[in-house]
């Protein structure tokens, strides 16, 4: 089946099996391999992804429900060989240990940013709280996260 | 693997009427996709239920307000509709699983799903949620139907609503119980109290000897003991002998001390 939607601001219209998942279809025939497969069934968070703007479990998607959405992977924050300013935020908070949360949580912390530039840290945890880190680097995290919204606010000015 | 894509109402009813072997009703996911890692489909057809703008509508209707089945929990949660004239609803919404699940899992699958535990199922039976369904046998939900309360006056009262859950967790959890309530509130006080206990047995149901604790009164803090005493004694009745009894009867405290809270601050404020 064809299916058309934009994956990373780029409009794609691939032949998918439609009832594989999204996860598959991102790390298989994209070969974004950003977002990781932890559980497979929406618990630990680390295969986040936005669809239209909010964020998802890319393991509870399928790929024939993609028709007409926009798909933003962690690979789709990078502009001109940039990185983007929360991607920025987490190297410099040391909220990456192992790394394997690390793009669900970014992408997570980005569908917060886009609604709400001044996130309390409650709503920051809040926000994160479907995204599990086996480092237990959340402290780190919550910061880069805050930090990002600073820095948002400012270029924002 | 046939997969089709209806993209409204009329189409949905044609493929339902096509007789296509073992079908499966997809929407949000969160619940038919867990665990398919790497294992075949047990169907022979997906019918996508995500592309069909009618079941995504929240509106007023002849006096009701009608919620689509594929509506996400997140939608509901942050409807002002929802939130003016069902708040428990919108309540229960907010606090299903996490972000990510919120912003796909649907009210329809919340119910067709039918766990024990569904969070917005007391709240569709406390506001006498009718259920709209398609298809020869009825297989597909498309939707809610919420009689609307009547606008506040001095005769008819101020309709409140409240919802509380509880959990293994603050958030992102499974409910251990769950208590929906709604009231009137007349002359400074509660009238025509319904209470709804879920997760405390197959399925939800009313609890007549509490909303009777809370008839009349300001959702005093001296009501707590009475109240919970009353739920506690409903619970024994839907799960005699059942391991997590002692426990349930015990904890529902908690919840019922939250509602006594949420309705006592309708009332001041």
């Known amino acids: ?7 990373n601001g780029e409009l794609v219209s691939p032949d998918l099996d439609p009832s594989r998942r999204l996860i598959d279809i991102l790390r298989e025939n994209f070969f974004l391999t950003g977002a990781k497969e932890g559980c497979g069934e929406g618990e630990c968070g ?13 393991c509870l998607v399928l790929a024939g429900q993609l028709e007409g959405h926009e798909v933003l992977t962690v690979e789709g924050l990078v502009q001109n060989g940039e990185l983007d300013l929360l991607q920025n935020a987490f190297v410099e908070n040391n909220a990456v240990h192992c790394g394997f ?9 980005k569908g917060l940013l886009m609604k709400n530039q001044d996130p309390s840290e409650a709503e920051i945890r809040e926000a994160l709280s479907g995204n599990i880190c086996r480092c237990s680097d959340y402290r780190q995290i919550v910061m880069a996260v805050k930090d990002a919204a600073k820095r948002l606010r400012e270029v924002s000015l | 693997m046939i997969f089709v894509r209806p993209a409204s109402i009329i189409e949905l009813a044609a493929a339902l ?6 079908t ?3 929407a949000g996911c969160t619940d038919i996709l867990p665990g398919k890692i790497g294992r075949p489909w047990d169907a022979d057809r997906i019918i996508d239920l995500t592309h069909i703008p009618e079941l995504q509508q929240i509106a007023v209707e002849n006096n009701e307000l009608f919620i689509g089945s594929c509506c996400t929990h997140a939608q509901i949660a942050e409807n002002g509709l929802v939130q003016k004239y069902f708040k428990a609803l919108a309540e229960a919404c907010a606090q299903v699983g ?9 009210i329809g699958g919340n119910v067709a799903n039918a766990s024990p535990a569904a969070d917005t199922m007391p709240c569709l039976i406390l506001f006498g949620a009718e259920r709209e369904v398609i298809g020869e046998n009825g297989e597909c939900i498309t939707g809610f139907c919420l009689p609307l309360p009547e606008d506040p006056s001095a005769d008819s009262g101020t309709p409140v609503s409240a919802f509380a859950k509880l959990g293994d967790r603050d958030i992102v959890t499974v409910a251990r ?21 879920g997760a405390a047995g197959q399925t939800p149901y009313f609890c007549e000897e509490a909303a009777q604790v809370l008839e009349g009164s300001r959702a005093e803090e001296e009501l707590l003991e009475p109240f919970a005493a009353a739920l506690a004694e409903a619970i024994e009745a839907h799960i005699p002998g059942r391991t997590t009894l ?8 908690g919840p019922a001390a939250e509602i006594l809270k949420k309705l006592s601050l309708e009332l001041y404020y």
Request: charged share 20%.
């Open chain 1, 1 to 7: 089946m064809i299916i058309k939607f934009v994956l």
């Open chain 1, 46 to 58: 680390s295969c986040t992804v936005l669809m239209d703007g909010l964020p998802v479990h890319s």
């Open chain 1, 101 to 109: 949360c690390t793009p669900g949580m970014i992408m997570s912390a």
């Open chain 2, 17 to 22: 009427a096509e007789k296509e072997g073992k």
């Open chain 2, 24 to 26: 499966i009703l997809a």
């Open chain 2, 98 to 106: 996490s972000v990510q699940i919120r912003n796909r899992g649907t």
């Open chain 2, 177 to 197: 119980i769950q208590l929906a309530a709604k009231s009137v509130i007349k002359d400074g006080r509660l009238s025509a109290v319904s209470v709804v206990l």
């Open chain 2, 246 to 253: 002692a426990y349930k009867r015990s904890a529902v405290k």
